[in-house]
């Protein structure tokens, strides 16, 4: 599992962003240099990383935010791989929830602002908390 480390003052700006802007953000705590593969660790940054789009004539839109390695052909998005991989929850609560446990809310807090459950609250509470730096 790739650490992903969250330093203190992330996201720059407080507030409740809209999914393509909190993924941006999310993209750039993870790959200040750009998308790289966390399957075979690509790093050449020579167009061997692209998005995957749907096809004009296809009834089926390309879920957003996806990646595909060029060179071991395997998908994969910003989460994959770090403490975020499986949490099913999209982008924009993930960030205001590490604004949040920033500010020091506690889990009953957390779980009542997001409209999440209490259970999955405490599991992104610790998953947020054990990458922390210097909080």
Not at 55 to 66: D, F, I, N, V
Not at 81 to 103: C, S, Y
Request: charged share 20%.
């Amino acid at each position: 599992m790739t650490s992903l480390k969250i330093p203190r003052g992330f996201p720059p700006e407080p507030g409740d962003y809209p999914e393509v802007q909190s993924r941006a953000l999310l993209e750039s705590l993870r790959w200040p240099n750009g998308a790289t593969c966390p399957h075979c660790a690509n790093e050449s940054g020579q167009a061997r990383v692209y998005t995957i789009t749907a096809k004009p004539s296809s009834l089926h839109p390309a879920r957003p935010g996806l990646y595909k390695c060029a060179d071991c052909r395997k998908q994969f998005t910003v989460t994959s791989g770090t403490i975020f991989h499986d949490t099913h929850l999209p982008a924009r609560k993930l960030v205001r929830a590490i604004f949040l446990l920033q500010n020091g809310l506690n889990i009953s807090q957390l779980h009542r602002r997001l409209d999440i459950t209490y259970k999955s609250a405490w599991n992104l509470a610790k998953r947020i908390r054990s990458c922390a730096i210097n909080w």
